[in-house]
C-alpha cells in the first residue's frame, strides 16, 4: 500500500503456543506477547529481573490469607533468598505462617461447607480452607507467654516480630516467614498488628501484666522512612493491597518529608484484585501513586489483578530459574533487626527520629 | 394442575414501579420486593432498624476514601444521632475528615488526569478526587504540634482521638467525624493507625521529642473486647471492609476468650465491593464469620457489594425517615471516652485487663 | 500565602448531608458533588437529561437478568414514556418479561438454597430469585404456538419482537417490556435471539414445521445501522453490557462505514460491573469505543460500575422527577416496527441494504 | 489431647515450595493442595483429564477477547488435539482469529494511550491491544465477497464457519481456530453472529445481493441440542462466560425436553471473572446450574475466577504433558460438520427437527 506504518503498531501479539513439557520459566516468557493480566503477570518477572539487577532496597508487602492458602514457603523462600529485603505484613499472614511452623496446619475444604456445623466442632473456615480453633487459642497463648519473657519496654513489630521469629527458630527449628527473616536478618513491620491474633496474644499478656506487651508502631513508622532515606533508591513488590500497601509508600512519601533527595519507588508490581474504581487504596492505580511522589513518575511498573494463589506460584517459579544465583549475590543492604535500633549496612538508624540529610 | 404451589415459591418479585416525587424511604422501600444488590440494600436497612429497636451495642466499621469521598457527614451524623456506638476506622478516614473540618477541601477530579502534571503541581489524587499535598503536610504539622501538647505517656487510639476530636471541636466548631465523636462521646478505634498520616503526625511528634507519639494499639485491642464483655450484644455495620471490620469481629472472639457469655454478633451488615473467593478478610461471606463465632448462628445479616458512596446515601437517607427519632431514644450504651480508662454506662472498664466473668 | 490556587483544584467535593424526607430527585442532586461511583450516577442523570434535550434518537441496551430481577417495568416505563427510542436486548430479559406478562411469576430466594432441593422441585434459581420450570415449559410453548400462526417467511428479530408484543398484549392486556415496545412502536433487537429461551421457542415450532422459525438477525444488523444513517445523532446507554452494548456500537461502526456523516454516538451511559482490564466487551471503557469510532471524540459519558438492580430505581425516580413531562415531548424519531420494513419518521428504511448517502 | 480429629480437618494444605526448573506441570501439580483460586486452576486440570478419560462429548465455550489476546493458538490446539468436540464462540473471538489467519496481526499497547490519537490513526484499541481499522474493513469485505460465492439459502452457523474455516484454510494454509475446526471437523456454533463483524461481513453480503447473507441460528439451536440427544454423556468448559456458556447449558436443558435421559452435563469447568451475586448468565455459579438440570447433580466441578489470558497457558502447559498421547486416542464423537445437516458418528443428525427418543 505505500502507507507507513503507525507507530502505535510495532510489536505483534505472539499467540501462546503450547507444547508439552514447558518449564514455568518458558511459559511466563511466551506469555510477555500476549495481552491483559497474562501479559503483566509476564512483565512482573521482567521488572523483578530490573529490581534485582538494580541497587534497589526491595519492600515486600504481604495482605489477604496467604499464609493460610498455601503461599507462605514461596514468602519464605524469597526472604532467604535476598528476593526482597524487607517485609511488611498484615498480622494475620505472620500468625498463619507461626501456626505452621509451630507443626500445626490448614485443612483443605470448600466455601460451601455449614458454618454452623463447622462453628459445633469450632473449625474457622476462610473460604475454602479450615482450620481448628482451638490450636489458635494455644497459639496466642504461646505467644503471650512468649511476650511475658520479654523485658518490659515497648517495642517496634520490627524488632519485636525478629524476635519471635527468634524464637520460633528456637523451638522449632522450622522454615516459615518469621524464621526465614529471623534468619536471614530481613526487618518485618506489621502496622496493623492490633487487628490480628499477634495483636490479640500481645493483649493477653498484657491481661496477666499490666507492664507488658507494648507495641510501639509509630516508631515503625520512622524506622521505615529511614530505610528509605539511608538509601533513596527503593522498589515496591505488593501482593493482595490493604495495609503494607500503603504502609510501603507511607515510607517513602514520610522519607521525602526529610530528605529531598527521595524521589518515590523506581520500580513497582502490585497483585491484586481490588480495582482503582471504588476509590479505595488496595486497588489504587499506581498511575494515582505517582501523584503522591509514592513512586517516581521514571519508575517501571506493572499491576497484575489476579488472586496471589494463582499468579505467585507460576511468577516465582519462572524468576527462580532466570535468577536463583543472581538474588542472593546482588547489591543489596544489610540489615540487623535484633535490637532496639535498626542497623542498616553496619550502621544504626537514627533513634527515635527520621533521619535528616 | 392441582399440584400445591413449593414452599420455595411465597414471596413473589414485585417490580419496581417509578414515580416522579418519590422519595429516598419509598424507593428503598420498594426495592425490598427487588432481587440482587437492590434487594440487599433495601434489607440492610431493614435490619439497620431492628438493631435500633433493639438492646445491641452497634460498632460501625469505616474503610476506604469515605471521608475524602463525601461520605463524612454522614458518618458524623450516625455518630452525632447515634445510629452507633463506636466508630472503628482506619487512619485514612480520620485524617481526611480532620482536613475538612480545619476547613481545607477535597477536590472533584477525574481519573484520566495527568498524573505527571499532578504531581508537579503538587496535587494528590484519589481516583477521580484531588487534594493539596502542601495542605496534607499542613495537617501533619498541626497533628504533631498537639501531640506535643499531651502529657508523655502511651495513649490506647480511643483516647487519643478523643483528645484529638476536643482539640478540634475547640479550633474550628466544625461538625465531622472527630468531632461529633467528641462531642456524642462515640469511642473511635483506629487500629492501623501506624498505616495513616494520622500516624505520621505521631510520628513527626516523636522526631521532635522521642518520649511522644506513644499509640498504645494492643490497649485497644482489650478495650474494644471489655465492651463486649461488658454487655454481649452487639451488632456490626461494615463500610469497606479493610482493618475495622476485622477488628469489629475480633473484640467479639477475644471477649468470647475471656467470657462464655458472648456469642458472636448478633445483628450484621456489610458494604463491600470486595468478593469472598480470593480469600481476603474484606470480601469474606457473613457465613464465613459464624464458623469463627464472629457471628451468631442465629445473627440477622446481609452482606451489599457496592461502592459505599453510591448505596449510603440512599441508604441512609431512607433509614433517617423512619428512624429519625427512634434513634436517639434506643437503649444504647453511654461511654465516657475522655480518660486514660474507658467508661460505659458509669462504670469504667477494666484497667489494661480483659473484664472477666 | 499568595500563591494561585491551581487549577485542579476549582470545584470542591461537597459532603452528602442527609435528611430525613429527602426525595429521590434531592439524593441524587447532593450525590453530584461526592465522589466515586455515586457521583457518577448523579452524573448519569445529567447526561441522559441532555440526551432528552437533543435530538439524539436514544439506544438502550438491556443484559443481565433484569426482568427476573424485578427491573422489567422500569424498562416498560422507559419506553412508555419514551425515555429512549430503541430497545437492544438480551432474549432472557424479554423472555422473564414475557413470563411476568403472561401472569407467572419470580420469587424471592436465596443464594444458599440448597440446588439439588430445587433440582427436584424443578425449581430454576438465579441468585437469589426463583421461578417454576414447569412454566417456563408452558411459556416456551406459548412462543412456538404463536410462532406456528406466523406467514413462513425469515424475520429480524425487531419484526418478530414487535408481532410478539401484540399477540402479548392482545392476550393479557398487561404492561411490560414488550406490550410497552408495541403500543409505544418502539423497536426492539434481539441479536443473540438463539441463546434464550425466545430462541428455543423459536426452535420447537421449527420441531413441528421445518418452515417456520426463521430469524433474519443479519437483517436485524442492517436495520439498526440504517437508524443510525437515516439520522447520524445517537446515544447509547447500557445495563449490563453483554451483546446489546456491542450491537449498539456495530450499528454506529457500520454506518459509518456507509455514510461520512456518521461519526459514533454523541452520548453515552453504561452502568457495568464488569471492569475493562481483563480485555472483554462488557467492561470496556467509554474512552476505549472512542478508538473504535463506536463514541464521538466530543461524547459527553460517563460510566457507573454497580449492579443495575442497586443504581436504577434511584437513577430513573429522580429522572423521573426532572423529566415526566420533557421526555415524551422531547424531538425524537417515530417508527413503525409493525412490517417486514421498519419505518422511520413515515419514510421505510432501505429493504435489505444499508442506506447510503 | 485424645480428641478424634475431625471430619473436617482430613487433608492439610501443603505449602508450595519453588525451585529452578520447574515444568509447568509441576507448578500446577504442586497448586493442588494449596487454596482459592490457585488450587481451583489445579483441580481444572484434574477434570479436563476426567473428562477426557470419559466418553463425554465436550462442549467449549469461549468469549471475551481472547484471539485478539493471543489465546487463539491454544483454542486451535484444543480443537486439533481433540481436547474438545464442539466449540460455541462469540464472533469477535472467530473474527480475531480469521484476522491472523489471513496474516494481519494484533499488536502490543497499553490502557493508557489516547484514544483520539489512536481514532485518528483508526487504531481500534482492546485494553491494551491495538489493531488496524483499515485491515478490518478488508476482513469485512474478504467475509462478504465468500459470502457471496454460496449458493443462496439459509446456512446454520455452524455450517457457514465450516465452509468459511475451509475457504481461509484454501486460501492461507495457516493454522488458527477456523481452519483446526474444518481440519479436525470439530463443528463450531456461534449463536450471537449477529452482533460481531462476521455478522457484519454477512450483512455486506446482503447489501449487495439481497438474497444472500442468511444465518439460521434457531437451526443451531435444534442441532446443539441433537448432539446431546445423540449421546447424552456431556461436558462443558467455559473460558469468559457470555452467550456460549448459557448456549452450551441451552442445548442440554433443550434436549431434555424432548429426551429423558438426558440429565444435565457431567463435568463442568468455567474460568470467568465475573461474579456471581449481580446475577448475570456470565458469573453465574455452577451450583445454581444444577438447579436448572444445566448440570447433573453429581457432576465434577469448578469455577476458576481469573483472567483468561493468566489461566490458560499455565492449564494447558499442564494438561498437555499428561494428556497429550491420551486426549486424540479418547473415546469422542467424529463429525461430518461439511453439509446441511450435522452428521454425528457416521449418521445424519435430524433435518430442523429435535432427535427424539
Given at each position: 500500500m505505500g502507507r507507513r506504518k503507525s507507530r502505535f503498531l510495532r510489536k505483534p501479539v505472539e499467540p501462546f503456543v503450547v507444547e508439552a513439557g514447558l518449564s514455568a520459566d518458558a511459559v511466563l516468557e511466551r506469555m510477555e506477547r500476549i495481552s491483559f493480566q497474562g501479559r503483566n503477570l509476564a512483565t512482573a518477572r521482567r521488572i523483578w529481573e530490573k529490581m534485582l539487577a538494580s541497587d534497589a532496597t526491595i519492600f515486600l508487602g504481604t495482605a489477604g490469607a496467604l499464609s493460610a492458602g498455601g503461599m507462605r514457603l514461596l514468602i519464605a523462600h524469597l526472604i532467604e533468598r535476598r528476593y526482597v529485603d524487607c517485609l511488611v505484613s498484615t498480622g494475620a499472614n505472620l500468625y498463619h505462617d507461626l501456626h505452621e511452623t509451630r507443626g500445626r496446619r490448614h485443612f483443605i475444604g470448600s466455601p460451601t461447607l455449614d458454618d454452623a456445623a463447622l462453628a459445633a466442632e469450632r473449625i474457622d473456615r476462610v473460604y475454602d480452607t479450615l482450620a481448628s480453633e482451638d490450636e489458635f487459642c494455644k497459639n496466642d497463648e504461646w505467644i503471650a507467654a512468649f511476650v511475658l519473657k520479654l523485658e518490659r519496654r515497648p517495642y517496634t513489630t520490627r524488632e519485636f516480630l525478629y524476635k519471635l521469629g527468634e524464637q520460633l527458630w528456637t523451638d522449632t527449628g522450622n522454615n516459615g516467614i518469621l524464621t526465614a527473616a529471623y534468619r536471614a536478618k530481613v526487618p518485618i513491620f506489621c502496622?496493623?498488628?492490633?487487628?490480628s491474633s499477634i495483636g490479640m496474644g500481645l493483649s493477653q499478656a498484657r491481661h496477666r501484666d499490666?507492664?507488658?506487651?507494648?507495641?510501639d508502631v509509630i516508631g515503625d513508622i520512622i524506622e521505615s522512612a529511614n530505610i528509605v532515606i539511608r538509601k533513596p533508591s527503593t522498589a515496591t513488590i505488593v501482593l493482595g493491597g490493604g495495609t503494607p500497601k500503603n504502609f510501603i509508600n507511607q515510607a517513602s512519601v514520610q522519607a521525602e518529608f526529610y530528605d529531598d533527595r527521595v524521589g518515590g519507588h523506581k520500580y513497582a508490581i502490585q497483585i491484586v484484585t481490588d480495582v482503582p474504581h471504588f476509590g479505595g487504596?488496595?486497588?489504587?492505580?499506581l498511575e494515582e501513586a505517582q501523584s503522591w511522589g509514592k513512586?517516581?513518575?521514571e519508575s517501571e511498573k506493572v499491576t497484575v489483578h489476579s488472586d496471589v494463589t494463582l499468579a505467585l506460584p507460576l511468577l516465582l517459579s519462572a524468576l527462580e530459574s532466570t535468577s536463583h544465583d543472581l538474588a542472593p549475590r546482588r547489591k543489596r543492604p544489610e540489615f540487623?533487626?535484633?535490637?532496639r535500633i535498626l542497623v542498616m549496612n553496619g550502621q544504626p538508624l537514627a533513634d527515635g527520629k527520621f533521619q535528616e540529610a
Open positions: 502496622p496493623a498488628i492490633a487487628d499490666q507492664t507488658a506487651g507494648m507495641a487504596a488496595s486497588g489504587s492505580s513512586l517516581s513518575i540487623d533487626p535484633s535490637g
